[in-house]
């Protein structure tokens, strides 16, 4: 049994995992004032972190057509897969499950779709499990399981310098976005349900950094886990993060990562991103 896995670029897996797993990655589509870009391929976040900046500045995303992941599957079935399991971003906050959705009732019953529930390595680490599940050997079902399993064992926890890009792209509602800018406050958020909501608010954006590593901690429990840091243009900041999560969880701490966010997300978060998703083992 040969099983493809499918993901979308807002997985953003690690450059140090690339060649080690079979995955085939749909990239969304990144718009800046009128000029289109695939993410990974033609647009890089720090150019949406300085049309972020700029003013007058429009930038927006689109999911990939459902005809991209159509022609994909195609591909890896007549190349001789037995079954494809696509694993996408959170049906929430884009479109791209929809889509994939759409071209998997076209192309047939070997096609399974699975919504991650969230984005980045929330997203890449059941893509990553349900790759391990298909270099296993497991059938179509089993490495469908796989993804859904992992997905419900990961927590997504961000902070932003600013709620307004989020607000902007319809990610969150104004009255959440009104917390960001009164009184100073400074929200950390996650996603629930699919959705991005506040988990908890403070004062300063060094006392969210330091709120943000103890819910990973509480995340993570009293067992193993994964942990994937993302930033976007604060290399430093992430690095803290790593450096602070690596002394609390100390040998229960397997597998982690340090990446920058890709362009979509870069789109609706803003320059000062921080993140941190905890994958329990």
């Given at each position: ?78 190349a001789g897969a037995d079954g494809v399991v696509s694993v996408h971003l959170s049906a929430k ?90 009184l100073s406050v400074k929200p950390i958020l996650h996603v629930q349900d699919g959705a991005v ?65 890709g362009a979509v997300v870069a789109a609706h978060t803003g320059p000062g991103l921080a993140g ?6």
């Amino acid at each position: 049994m040969t099983i493809a896995v499918v993901t979308d670029s807002t997985a953003y897996l690690p450059a140090e995992l690339n060649g080690t797993y079979e995955l085939t990655i749909v990239p969304l589509t990144v718009v800046i004032n009128g000029w289109a870009g695939l993410e990974g391929l033609e647009v890089a976040p720090a150019e949406v972190a300085r049309a972020l900046t700029a003013r007058r500045a429009a930038v927006s995303t689109s999911r990939p057509a459902p005809s991209q992941f159509a022609d994909e599957y195609r591909r890896l079935l007549a190349a001789g897969a037995d079954g494809v399991v696509s694993v996408h971003l959170s049906a929430k906050l884009s479109g791209t499950y929809e889509a994939a959705q759409l071209a998997a009732a076209e192309v047939g019953p070997q096609v399974r779709v699975v919504d991650s529930g969230t984005a980045a390595m929330g997203l890449g680490f059941p893509a990553l499990a349900a790759a391990a599940s298909a270099r296993r050997g497991h059938d179509l079902d089993t490495v469908t399981r796989a993804a859904v399993e992992h997905a419900a064992a990961v927590t997504t926890l961000f902070y932003v310098d600013t709620l307004e890009f989020l607000r902007r792209g319809g990610r969150i509602g104004a009255a959440e976005a009104l917390l960001g800018t009164a009184l100073s406050v400074k929200p950390i958020l996650h996603v629930q349900d699919g959705a991005v909501v506040v988990r908890d608010k403070v004062r300063t954006a060094g006392r969210a950094l330091t709120r943000l590593v103890d819910l990973a901690v509480e995340a993570a429990g009293d067992g193993e886990a994964d942990v994937a840091v993302h930033h976007l243009g604060t290399p430093d900041r992430a690095s803290a993060l790593v450096d602070d999560l690596s002394a609390r969880l100390g040998n229960r701490l397997r597998d982690c990562y340090l990446t920058e966010v890709g362009a979509v997300v870069a789109a609706h978060t803003g320059p000062g991103l921080a993140g941190v998703v905890v994958h329990k083992r």
